[in-house]
């Protein structure tokens, strides 16, 4: 099993820049795929980034293509996701989450392992 806890985020001003990180426990992380989901007020969750367990491929929502880049260190546990040129809109928190397997990488109920969330206000 995979325990997972997120931090980084914050307020940032339109335009700026957060790295989130997300450090994961378990010996068996280097076999998941990793996610990055946000989820703002009275919204669905949406799928932002994704990694395949080597990380040698990655997913992007359409919204964030440009912007994001999601990399892991599987010799860490970690998995990050850094955010440039953010919007208002990008306000949500967002998830970590891990996943045994390399299809369907961009729908929520397809992952095991959930963080517990870090905000990420941007001001405008």
């Known amino acids: 099993q995979v325990q997972l806890a997120e931090s980084g985020g914050g307020l940032v001003q339109a335009g700026g820049s957060l790295r989130l990180s997300c450090a994961a426990s378990g010996r068996t992380f280097s076999t998941y795929s990793m996610g990055w989901f946000c989820q703002a007020p009275g919204k669905e969750r949406e799928f932002v980034a994704a990694?395949?367990?080597?990380?040698?491929?990655?997913y992007y929502a359409d919204s964030v293509k440009g912007r994001f880049t999601i990399a892991r260190d599987n010799a860490r546990n970690m998995v990050y996701l850094q955010m440039n040129s953010l919007k208002p809109e990008d306000t949500a928190v967002y998830y970590c989450?891990?996943?045994?397997?390399?299809?369907?990488?961009?729908?929520?109920?397809?992952?095991?392992?959930w963080g517990q969330g870090t905000q990420v206000t941007v001001s405008s």
């Open positions: 990694i395949t367990r080597s990380g040698l491929s990655t």
């Open positions: 989450a891990g996943r045994d397997g390399s299809r369907w990488l961009t729908v929520a109920h397809e992952y095991d392992y």
